[in-house]
């Protein structure tokens, strides 16, 4: 059985960064109390959605830019890049491929440095990687040699958190992304679509306020896919975090964000910042509105053009 084919709101997880402010760079974490829960349930329940953004800048990208260079060879990826991120919204970032966005994420990370700008989360320059920011990457990285528990429990280790709190959580972490019974399992005997959910797992156990997320459904088979845009949305209502979501799907940005970012091709620019003010919850069904389809023509169209001016990478957008 799977068990992300509800659409009904889940009221097990308590996903939310702690109310004492979120941890910054080396700091550790800590899980939401007891009344934090029930409150947060309560939310759920009643169908009342927490506000998208407290207005307060989760994360800021100024002038951004980075330049691969190895022997005579440079790749220009990004090219002053600027973003402002409320704390609370959800971001899309859609563009053709090699145009960045994965190398952005990496900087916003604290992964590497950009060679041009600067980034700053809740008021501070990152300058290193960041205990604050949970990552799904574009590909699942899971230890061949832990079993998916294992894997899924890695940042409560790294981060020296508490193993049995979180562990409860963890499970049930597996069980929403549907691979309860999987928990003894190693990354081998999993398919590829199981392995990217046992990373989405791993990025959300320990609560960090900002998830960055590449790519996370891009092995899924089509069905799964809207269930999971189904379930990342209603974490997110759920849970207050700052989301950037990248994808090569334009209806899956649209559905999911705030405000979806449209790159151009490489050198990575913003060619648009759309706000997207479909009411929340969504549903599948919205997908069939008029307003969603406008939504995604513009986006189409924005880069038909913008590819028809510079050429596209080497692979496909699936727009
Ligand atoms: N570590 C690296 N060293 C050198 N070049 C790099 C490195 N990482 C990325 N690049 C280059 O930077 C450009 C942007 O890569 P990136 O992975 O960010 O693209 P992307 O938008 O995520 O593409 P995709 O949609 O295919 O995942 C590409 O031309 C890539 O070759
Ligand atoms: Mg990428």
Known sequence: MNPVATTEPRERLPLRPASDGPPRQGSTMTIPDEQDRKSEHSAAAGGERPRASSGRKSLSIRDVSMV?????????????????????????????????KSTLLKLVAGLRPPTGGEIEILGEKVK????????????????????????VMLPIEVLRLDHSAYK???????DLVGLGGFEK????????????????????????PILMMDEPFGALDAMTREQMNVEVQQIWERSGKTVVFIT????EAVFLADRVIVMSPRPGRVLRDLHINMPR???LDDMLTPEFGEHVRE????????????????RQTNW
């Open 299 to 314: 986006i189409r169209g924005m880069l038909g053009k913008a590819d028809a001016a510079g050429g596209r990478d080497d």
């Open 185 to 208: 399992a190693y990354p081998q005997e999993l398919s590829g679509g199981m392995q990217q959910r046992a990373a989405i797992a791993r990025a959300l156990v320990y609560d960090a």
């Open 68 to 100: 691969f260079t190895r022997a005579e060879h440079s790749v220009h990826a990004l090219d002053h890049i600027d973003i402002d991120i409320e704390e609370g919204q959800f971001i899309s970032v859609v563009g053709p491929s090699g145009c960045g």
């Open 248 to 251: 090569h799907s334009i209806p």
């Open 128 to 151: 290193g990687p960041r205990s604050d920011v949970g990552i799904v990457f574009q590909s699942p990285v899971l230890l061949p040699w832990r079993t998916v528990l294992q894997n």
């Open 168 to 174: 409860a959580k963890a499970r049930e972490l597996l």
């Open 281 to 283: 919850p969504r549903g």
